[in-house]
């Protein structure tokens, strides 16, 4: 463990309000480093790391997509699903204006702005897995479906793999 205080963000208050059971993983954060260097630093498989990704569509509207930390997303697919002509990844001043949460340190939970969420639907079959709990070097670990209790993703088929 890097850290020992854990942090009260925007979203450990929506994960206690909702009364969901979660675990805090603290490591050390590495600029660059994505769900390698998490997933390394706590021990778990890449796979069950889960990234929050913050897109806009071709009107500007900003949209997450949960996706395993091992994957990228389509953006032709997620841009079909979405009904949209294309999406982008957002810049980091404009995720961060859209969530409230700085990039490294973004989660589904307790954004600024209420957005669409699109969840990989494979996340579900994992039985745990390990997302950003709003801050850089901070995950917390719990159950899938919890976060499709809170979150209501849309399920969808987006993933790719690094090759």
Do not use: W
């Not at 854990?6 to 059971?21: E, N, Y």
């Not at 675990?23 to 050390?28: E, F, I, K, Q």
């Not at 997509?65 to 032709?76: A, E, F, M, N, Q």
């Not at 997302?131 to 209501?152: F, S, T």
Request: contains cysteine; charged residues 25%; proline residues 5%.
């Amino acid at each position: 463990m890097a850290k020992t205080k854990v942090p009260v963000t925007a979203a450990v208050r929506v994960l206690r309000a909702s009364k969901v059971d979660f675990t805090d993983h603290l490591y050390t954060y590495e600029e660059r480093g994505g769900t390698e260097v998490s997933a390394r630093e706590l021990g778990v498989d890449e796979h069950a790391v889960v990234k929050t990704l913050i897109f806009e569509d071709d009107a500007k509207r900003p949209l997450i997509v949960l996706i395993h930390g091992d994957l990228k997303v389509s953006t032709k697919e997620l841009a079909r699903t979405v009904g949209a002509k294309t999406v982008s990844p957002c810049s980091p001043e404009t995720a961060h204006r859209h969530t409230g949460y700085m990039v490294g340190g973004t989660s589904p939970f307790g954004t600024r702005k209420a957005m669409p969420v699109y969840m990989e639907k494979t996340v579900l079959d994992l039985e745990r897995i390990y997302i950003n709990g709003g801050k850089r070097g901070y995950l917390v670990g719990m159950k899938p479906g919890d976060v499709q209790r809170i979150v209501e993703p849309v399920l969808v088929q987006v993933g790719i793999t690094d090759s």
